[in-house]
């Protein structure tokens, strides 16, 4: 069977559908269509060109109307996407009328089209994150409560610390979640503004009506109009992609998280299970972190690309040459693996699969070596702390060489019974008492993720 040419085998994995339509080829020239239609609205507003070339212009302002590959073809002469869709667009229009066909474009230049297209476009991959990241906090949020008390190894280097909750855990996710919503509303205002200068930035072809047809486009697109145009300054499309680098990276510390808990030593929290899911080819019974691998792929491989964008900061004068090309696929690409992240993200959150009665076993994998920290906070304040501290120490020691639970060799230990009694040094080494503040972090996680969606 004969098919069109593309990269599609991965798109399900890594990204998001609803975020590859935005970004596909009809959703790019769309969008540049979206803005040649409001341009003629605006000027028609103005008195600049006659109300009856609206509608024609509108009319042939359809994507569908448009033969993509022949357009990208195109762009390879042209060195832009704008330049063969107004010449096309031109045609369209004048097929049905001539006089309609001498008012489009008026007054613009290409880069208005394809960067007012883009932050249209953008304004549509905005409103998809936020809502992925608003639900992902909710999911984080329930299950953050859900297990507020239940008690894991904390791991520093690896290594069994002292004990965490669960819950304490997912409300770290949940913070980092909440502050890039945080993010994303901030810089809004800044992102969403309309690109409209002309040629060189002043609109000089546009006269006298030069301002009041960038506010009438302006209202027509449902944008900001900014202080200027911003050909050549790029910021505020990198300030966009650097929040979406840390929802990146912050979905890959999730990843990572799960799917070290994944390991089969560890064995405690699971991603959500299918059939299909996580196989191997050859082995049976493997049960692969296949979602955790898409949150750490994407942040491993968004920083790069936002270092292009990074790059493609220090543009020339007025219009760029090769630095602005840079970015035509750099950040939609950023877009469509931070989306198809967060889709992997909310499939393994919701589903998590818990497994309590391991974390207990694993907690007691060192013998209540990871509790050494709690007795010796408490026997501290009765024989001091050098003393206390070179006491659980040489204890620690003596469990591991004999192989003996911590608790059986403070218990034989004179200047430990002296001072602590049986039932105490029971208390110490339960995990359930020495959770410090873990119920308090996942309060307060929760209420400002609530603060934020009300």
Not at 119 to 138: K, N, P, T
Not at 272 to 295: C, D, F, I, Y
Not at 438 to 453: K, N, P
Request: net charge negative; with cysteine; glycine share 8%.
């Amino acid at each position: 069977m004969n098919q069109r040419p593309g990269n599609q085998l991965f798109d399900a994995y890594f990204t998001a559908r609803d975020m590859r339509e935005v970004f596909c080829d009809q959703g790019r020239v769309q969008a540049m269509l979206d803005f040649e239609a409001a341009l003629a609205r605006a000027e028609a507003r103005v008195g600049l060109i006659p109300q009856s070339a609206v509608a024609p212009i509108e009319a042939a302002c359809q994507a569908g109307h448009f033969d993509f590959a022949a357009l990208g073809d195109a762009i390879a002469t042209a060195g832009n996407s704008a330049i063969p869709l107004v010449k096309a667009l031109g045609k369209q229009i004048a097929a049905k009328d001539a006089d309609a066909e001498r008012y489009v474009h008026l007054g613009a230049t290409s880069q208005d089209v394809m960067d007012s297209g883009l932050v249209l476009q953008l304004r549509r991959a905005l409103a998809l994150i936020d809502s992925d990241l608003e639900q992902l906090g909710q999911v984080l949020a329930t299950q953050a409560q859900r297990y507020v008390a239940t008690p894991l190894a904390g791991r520093t280097w690896l290594q069994h610390a002292t004990p965490v909750t669960l819950g304490m855990k997912i409300a770290g996710w949940l913070g980092a979640v909440t502050r890039s919503r945080q993010r994303l509303l901030e810089l809004k205002p800044r992102l969403l503004v309309l690109q409209f200068g002309g040629a060189s930035g002043t609109l000089a072809a546009l006269g006298d009506k030069a301002m009041p047809i960038a506010r009438a486009l302006a209202d027509e697109l449902q944008l900001s109009l900014p202080d200027q145009p911003w050909h050549t300054q790029r910021d505020r499309l990198v300030e966009f992609g650097s929040v979406l680098g840390l929802i990146a990276g912050s979905l890959g510390k999730l990843g990572r998280d799960i799917s070290l808990l994944m390991q089969t030593e560890a064995g405690e929290v699971f991603e959500p299970s299918a059939p299909g899911k996580g196989g191997s080819s050859t082995m049976p019974h493997k049960r692969n972190p296949v979602g955790a691998a898409v949150l750490i792929g994407a942040a491993t491989r968004v920083p790069g690309l936002l270092s292009t964008l990074f790059s493609a900061m220090p543009q020339e004068h007025e219009r760029s040459l090769g630095l602005w090309h840079a970015e035509w696929e750099t950040l939609p690409e950023i877009c469509c693996l931070v989306s198809g992240s967060l889709k992997q993200a909310l499939l393994v959150t919701q589903g998590l699969e818990v497994d309590a009665e391991r974390m207990a076993r694993n907690l007691d994998l060192t013998q209540g070596l990871v509790l050494a920290e709690a007795v010796s906070i408490v026997l501290a304040q009765r024989v001091g702390r050098d003393t206390a501290h070179h006491l659980l120490e040489q204890c620690c020691k003596r469990a591991v060489a004999e192989q003996r639970h911590l608790r059986a060799v403070l218990g034989d230990e004179p200047q430990v019974t002296a001072e602590l009694s049986a039932e105490e040094l029971d208390h110490l080494l339960d995990p359930a008492h020495y959770l410090g503040q873990a119920r308090t972090w996942v309060e307060r996680a929760v209420a400002e993720h609530f603060a934020l969606t009300a």
